[in-house]
């Protein structure tokens, strides 16, 4: 089993994220569960989501507590030690497993940020994406999501572009403008293309 | 992990998208609502449908839950199918009308999203609100997950109009209700197959021979009798829930008791609660049988009426039993499945040690490794055959 922790804040759409990982996953013929975790709500508000990915079954029904892709929309984040926005939700390195895979939102180069979460030395891969300057080329707004999950899909074999923006296209062809959706999946192409290891 | 192409034939949604959608397919004539977190998204995505003309429902909105409790029970007398949500802070505002609506033998279903009960205000699940409702005198069907919560809605329409009394299909808040997970759809006619048509027998808009009187003044000389009857549609409703969920099964192939019992037979000791911390249990339960260890999980799905005689029997020939619950009773002896619990094993011969452990108030997370310290503390009771704490907070 694939656990997941998106780490952000209000507004930056991590939520959805995780819901359009989820619903990618399940569409490939996985068991999935995608839920969010809010603190106090109102915008800024550092948020987490969670995914857990299967072949089997999921009957557990706790928050992700040991994951093994961490994804920091926001790296404000880091260094926090209220990083979820109340007492018990820990940093954004919390629990993570020895071979964790950190995907960071920033312009800044890997080193300089497996410096920052305090990793240097450890078997974790950190990789980094500009996600938000993608979402403002690409869709006009700051929303990293979608970039994220284009580097995520880079990054891993958890899910792949064409079925994340397959999924993308369907499902939310309803919610929103034609606009809109391109330009997401732009920022999902943007994602992939530009995700950086160190 | 490898991707394969094969297109599922499920779908991933939450428990709230789930519990809409098992509405918008029962299409009832009547959704008195007033949202309230977390259960807004179900009224928010039925009232779509309804705008939409997807339905044919009557959407009232009103100024309270006191209102929408109350225009559910004028809709429910007049002979129309009733249906709502609500949570916490909304079903306590809806408290007088609750006894009235099972009172007057009215089959509202209502979906309860469980939150905490304020103060200090809070959003998250605990089990306060239904459980403060466990003697308004409505059937109580708790959920594990988003598939159960669509199937319990079904059955609930089933299950209300035939033992003439509201029921309550209670999931845990965020947990369950803003959670994805795959699940299994109806298709819409055999949705209606299995519900059928609402045909009250008497109504106040059916013309009858029988003219009835709803809410009428009832003195001692006639109140106990209705309080009897009410009480014995209560006890007949255990069997309405059985035979339901045995037609459910075979019809469309998911199997829900009135208790859920995982790896009890052989059992030493176990763990009985509710809804989605079920799962995480079954884990822990998963894990300590490979270590060894006889230990066994008991979810309890119909609570009302209490089916005592059904958890007596599965909990015999245990040695220790530890009662989660979800909720404080501020009692000084435990929360209310640990009293319930107790009491139904009261009259085995070899009855096993139980005790209370309250976790999870207010949303704080239940884990894997909580549920295995409640074991390990239960197979020390039976180790050293003495109970240090009958009740405790745990997960604190």
């Known amino acids: ?198 | 992990m490898a991707i394969e192409n094969a297109k599922s034939a499920q779908v991933g949604l939450t428990g709230n998208s789930a519990v809409a959608l098992a509405m918008k397919q029962i299409n009832p004539d009547v959704c008195p609502a007033y949202p309230i977190t977390p259960s807004t998204a179900v009224i928010e995505t039925f009232s779509s449908y309804v705008a939409d003309g997807e339905v044919d429902t009557e959407l009232i909105t009103v100024e309270s839950e006191h209102s929408a409790m109350s225009a559910g029970i004028g809709a429910a007398a007049a002979g129309a199918r009733v249906m709502t949500a609500t949570s916490a802070q909304g079903l306590a505002l809806m408290w007088e009308m609750l006894y009235i609506a099972s009172g007057m033998r009215l089959p509202i279903v209502m979906t309860n999203v469980n939150r905490a009960l304020a103060a200090p205000i809070n959003i998250h699940c605990d089990h306060s609100d239904s459980m403060g409702a466990r003697d308004s005198g409505w059937v109580q069907l708790y959920s594990e997950t988003v598939q159960e919560s669509y199937d319990n809605v079904f059955m609930a329409v089933r299950i209300a109009e035939k033992v003439k009394l509201p029921v309550m299909v209670c999931l845990d808040g965020f947990i369950t209700s803003h959670a994805i997970e795959n699940m299994d759809t109806i298709e819409d006619a055999d949705v209606q197959a299995f519900v059928g048509e609402y045909e009250p027998e008497v109504s106040l808009l059916k013309e009858s021979e029988l003219p009835t009187t709803y809410g009428a003044m009832s003195l001692p000389d006639s109140y106990m009798v209705f309080k009897k009857q009410q009480s014995e549609a209560m006890s007949g409703a255990k069997k309405v829930v059985e035979e339901v969920s045995a037609e459910f099964a075979k019809k469309f192939g998911r199997e829900y008791g009135l208790i859920d019992s995982y790896k009890l037979d052989d059992a030493d000791v176990a763990i009985v609660i509710f809804n989605s911390a079920t799962g995480t249990t079954r884990v822990a339960v998963d894990e300590l049988r490979k270590e060894g260890h006889k230990v066994g999980v008991m979810r309890i799905r119909l609570f009302r009426p209490l089916p005592h005689a059904e958890i007596a029997e599965a909990l015999n020939g245990l040695k220790a039993v530890a009662c989660l619950d979800r909720v404080d009773s501020f009692n000084d002896f435990g929360g209310p499945l640990f009293n319930e619990v107790r009491s139904s094993i009261y009259d085995l011969e070899n009855r096993p040690k139980v005790i209370s452990r309250i976790y999870g108030l207010g949303g704080r997370d239940y884990k894997v490794s909580d549920a295995r310290s409640v074991f390990e503390e239960l197979l020390k009771i039976v180790e050293t055959g003495t109970v240090e704490d009958t009740t405790k907070y745990i997960t604190i």
């Open chain 1, 1 to 198: 089993m694939l656990e997941v922790r998106w780490h952000g804040r209000a507004q930056q759409g991590v939520v959805t994220a995780a819901k359009v990982l989820g619903e990618t996953c399940l569409r490939s013929g996985k068991y999935v569960q995608a839920f969010p975790e809010f603190g106090p709500e109102r915008m800024g508000a550092p948020v987490k989501a969670y995914n857990r990915i299967s072949d089997d079954p999921i009957h557990m029904h706790c928050s992700v507590s040991s994951p093994g892709y961490v994804l920091i929309a926001d790296p404000t984040l880091i260094g926090m030690s209220l990083a979820g926005g109340m007492e018990t939700s820990g940093g954004v390195t919390e629990g993570a497993t020895e071979n964790a895979v950190f995907i960071v939102n920033t312009p800044k180069p890997p080193a300089e940020m497996r410096t920052a979460l305090e990793l240097d030395g450890k078997p974790a891969k950190v990789f980094t994406v500009d996600a938000s300057q993608i979402s403002i080329d690409k869709i006009g707004r700051h929303i990293p999501n979608t970039p994220m999950l284009g580097a995520l899909a880079k990054a891993t074999d958890m899910v792949t572009l064409e079925d994340l923006i397959d999924d993308f296209k369907t499902n939310y062809a309803k919610k929103y403008s034609e606009a809109v959706i391109d330009g997401n999946v732009e920022a999902m192409k943007a994602g992939y293309e530009s995700i950086s290891e160190g």
